[in-house]
């Protein structure tokens, strides 16, 4: 393929990015030993969904669209951190609160739609995300890419998110992992809650000192 040298490039760059701690990292490690394999993986999922919507904003010019109308940017960094900090207020509220183990027999797989859409909102609220897949395009895109290389580009995207944070995902619902959740769960989620409303304040100010 004329272009491999380029997909190459584009796939070392958003591994590295995807593998990085962020808020997806924290949703989907909190989904998995709190509830379910099956739901962990679904949050995974609506994470690779996330990846490849803006992927596919990446492939479209979305950059360009945020440089020609900082407004939008802007707007989108406010309303991002503000939900990223919801989340976070949420897990810090429910850290005193017991536990339903939904991964036991009956119960297996009962909000894994919840959990692929609260993935997939997780990814999409972190504006962030779409400046790295815009500004890793322009760096690595061929300058006239055919239609197919660019559907290939944005399934490989959806495998690359989908595949990190299944990894994880099966890592964490492990019997070890959730019996060290559940013992020190009130912990954990103080920890988890204050880095998501840490991370979505942080968004939000940026805005303001932009």
């Known amino acids: 393929m004329q272009n491999l040298p380029a997909l190459l490039g584009l796939v070392a760059a958003l ?11 924290v949703i989907v490690a909190r989904t998995a030993v709190a509830t379910s394999r099956e739901d962990g993986v679904a949050a995974a999922l609506g994470m690779g969904g996330g990846g490849m ?16 109308v900082p ?9 991002g951190g503000l939900y990223l ?11 005193h609160s017991p ?6 027999a009956t119960g297996a797989g009962k909000n894994t739609r919840k959990s692929l859409l609260l993935g997939f909102s997780t990814q999409i609220s972190n504006p962030k995300t779409a400046i790295v897949y815009a500004s890793v395009f322009a760096a690595f895109l061929p300058s006239n890419p055919s239609l197919t290389f660019n559907l ?21 619902a492990s019997e070890r ?5 559940l013992r020190y769960k009130a912990w954990l989620d103080r920890v988890a809650g204050g880095v998501m409303m840490a991370l979505g304040l942080e968004l939000v100010s940026s805005a303001y000192r932009a």
């Open 85 to 95: 900090a919801y989340l976070g207020l949420r897990i810090w509220k429910s850290a």
């Open 15 to 25: 591994s590295a990015g995807v593998v990085s701690p962020g808020p997806s990292f």
């Open 152 to 172: 290939i580009l944005v399934a490989i995207v959806f495998m690359i998110e989908t595949s990190w944070y299944s990894l994880v995902a099966l890592a964490l």
């Open 99 to 104: 536990l339903a183990m939904v991964g036991m």
């Open 71 to 79: 407004v939008v940017y802007l707007a989108l960094k406010v309303a």
């Open 177 to 181: 992992p959730r019996n060290a959740y």
């Open 53 to 68: 919507l803006f992927a596919t904003a990446a492939v479209l010019g979305l950059n360009a669209l945020l440089l020609a």
